[in-house]
């Protein structure tokens, strides 16, 4: 096929039928092609730009967004990996939730400008419990809350300006030229997790009592997925497989075959969090158990990663990676932002950067070392 001539716009999709596995390669091009509209050719000269394509855009990250050396076998993060010069909100209480749209709220007519993002913050109360402080939007460089008790927020990758909203009285959009949110639909279950699935038009939500639904019609319409038990998270990946954490801290995964469980991973653990992967990810999904690094994938297998360990301080509340070179991380009531292509030319600020730069002459034997490679 001839695309010399193409472009990255929806109109340089070639128009013939294309398989499943067909239609999900265009579908990481396609958005590979809008986040592009964000970088200049400048970047494209550096060293950094280069191995990021070589190696893979989470390795790169945690190269320059991570990596404190203590040996020649692992990297421990820890509070000095956040440099300060990368603040970009503080607020009063901590932040656990962070979600970046991969769809026109970021790309289209918004592609020159900052990204917008929507994080929540939550407090807790003397038994542990989270107490709602608030679902906010980030946009333009200011903060402003949505919701009292909003908990999540789902956006297919796809080319609309539209996000959902779960919240403790059910389902709420996003209005980007108001800035502002309407409900959606009639459920009013207490929701703590919705994922937006490409392509398809329902919404998944998980409610306050480990029970996953489908929504649809509108938001008018719910049907328990029976197969799910004690679910308490859900990530959905660019495939559409519905990955979700149980009360065991166990991984499994929900699509139109079934359910599978994932294996590789500890059989007690006292946390996880599942993590959104970058757009541009090769069917994986990240995921944090206790202080350690894991990828899963639909295959039903996990790795993990022993060249990366959080330390007892390093560990973010809330990650956000989905966009690709432009990750955000919360720590400590804050929200910090790592540009990898400005990294690339301006170096790294702060005691990172010194870090980095004296270590950055290993080239390809310190990116190797964090594992991830085969991420993206």
Do not use: C
Request: no cysteine.
């Amino acid at each position: 096929m001839d695309m010399s001539n193409t472009r990255g716009t929806a109109d340089a999709l070639p128009a013939f039928e294309m398989s499943e596995k067909d239609d999900n390669m265009w579908f990481k091009m396609f958005h590979w092609w809008k986040y592009t509209e964000k970088m200049t050719i400048a970047y494209q000269n550096s060293r950094i730009y280069n191995l990021t394509m070589k190696f893979g855009v989470l390795a790169l990250i945690l190269a320059v967004a991570f990596a404190v050396p203590v040996s020649k076998e692992k990297l421990i993060i820890t509070s000095e990996t956040y440099p300060e010069e990368y603040i970009v909100y503080s607020g009063e209480y901590d932040i656990v939730k962070l979600v970046v749209p991969l769809n026109n709220l970021n790309y289209g007519d918004n592609a020159d400008s900052k990204y917008l993002f929507f994080f929540v913050e939550a407090d807790r109360d003397e038994t542990g419990k989270w107490i709602d402080k608030g679902l906010y939007v980030f946009k333009d460089g200011n903060a402003k809350k949505l919701l009292d008790n909003g908990r999540d927020v789902a956006a297919a990758a796809d080319e609309s300006n539209i996000a959902f909203i779960g919240a403790k009285d059910g389902i709420y959009l996003y209005n980007d030229n108001s800035v502002s949110v309407e409900k959606y639909g009639s459920i009013s279950d207490n929701i703590v997790g919705i994922e937006k699935p490409t392509e398809n038009d329902i919404i998944y939500i998980l409610t306050d009592n480990k029970e996953v639904y489908v929504v649809s019609e509108n938001g008018n319409k719910k049907e328990k997925i029976n197969e799910i038990i004690n679910a308490e998270q859900i990530i959905l990946d660019y495939d559409n497989n519905l990955y979700y954490l149980d009360s065991d801290k166990q991984i499994f995964i929900y699509n139109y075959v079934g359910i599978k469980k994932i294996h590789g991973l500890p059989e007690f653990a006292s946390n996880a969090q599942l993590l959104k992967p970058p757009v541009t990810s090769d069917g994986s999904v990240p995921i944090v158990v206790d202080e350690k690094l894991y990828l899963i994938n639909d295959n039903g297998k996990a790795e993990v990663f022993n060249n990366i360990e959080f330390g007892p301080d390093g560990k973010p509340s809330a990650y956000a990676m989905e966009a690709g070179l432009m990750h955000y991380y919360a720590k400590d009531k804050k929200i910090y932002e790592f540009d990898v292509l400005d990294i690339s030319i301006h170096g790294i600020k702060g005691l990172l950067g010194r870090v980095v730069n004296k270590y950055l002459d290993l080239g390809d034997e310190l990116v190797a070392l964090l594992g991830f490679i085969s991420l993206v």
